[in-house]
């Protein structure tokens, strides 16, 4: 099985900031690879898919970059209400999912 | 207004069983895939079962291979989650979400909790 590991578990910035989240995969997943943002208390949503296409409605500050077995998420400047938990998560498998283990964002 | 809702959820024993169900509005729910993803306390996110649009492909992760069962009646814009064995460790908050097409979940409820415990 493909596993997802993203780095670092947690990170601390300060506003404006420009934050990058990595997540690897254990083998090639070409582009398949989507992005969650998970805010304290509340459900997750969908930001990013084919690794790099914005979810309709999500601010432009947030970007993603990859192919193959390392992606990025970066936020060009960090916003108070980015503070979340970040999952990345493969589907290159048919119906067969998997998320990496998360980075919780606060702000310093 | 596009929408998922669960329902089922609670305290159980060891080794009972439960069943989870999630009511689909807003969306043509047959031309989509549906999905469980369930969250630990404190934990991550973990993907359960797969289920495509006519049944055909139905899928799971290893945790629950063999004492869950995921099923949809299309007619009741319904998805369901049959949980058999239940352990301490099947304790979560579980998703239902809808499949974006092949992949990404876009629309995701807001969870039924399930505890199990003596």
């Known amino acids: 099985d493909i596993q997802m590991t993203q780095s670092p578990s947690s990170l601390s910035a300060s506003v404006g900031d420009r934050v990058t989240i990595t997540c690897r995969a254990s083998?090639?997943?070409?582009?398949?690879l989507a992005w969650y943002q998970q805010k304290p208390g509340k459900v997750p949503k969908l930001l990013i898919y084919a690794a790099s296409t914005l979810q309709s409605g999500v601010p432009s500050r947030f970007s993603g970059s990859g192919s193959g077995t390392d992606f990025t998420l970066t936020i060009s400047s960090l916003q108070p209400e980015d503070v979340a938990t970040y999952y990345c998560q493969k589907y290159n498998s048919g119906l067969a999912l998997t998320f990496g283990g998360g980075t919780k964002v606060e702000i310093k | 207004e596009v929408q998922l809702v669960e329902s089922g959820g609670g305290l159980v024993q060891p080794g009972r069983s439960l069943r989870l169900s999630c009511a689909a509005s807003?969306?043509?729910?047959?031309?989509?895939?549906m999905h469980w993803v369930r969250q630990a306390p404190g934990k991550g996110l973990e993907w359960v079962s797969g289920i495509s649009w006519n049944s055909g492909t139905i899928v799971y992760a290893d945790s629950v291979k063999g004492r869950f069962t995921i099923s949809r009646d299309n007619a009741k814009n319904s998805l369901y989650l049959q949980m058999n064995s239940l352990r301490a460790e099947d304790t979560a908050l579980y998703y239902c979400a809808k499949d974006s097409v092949a992949g990404p979940l876009d629309i995701w409820g807001q969870g039924t909790m399930v505890t199990v415990s003596s």
């Open positions: 083998q090639g997943i070409s582009n398949y």
């Open positions: 807003g969306f043509t729910f047959d031309d989509y895939a």
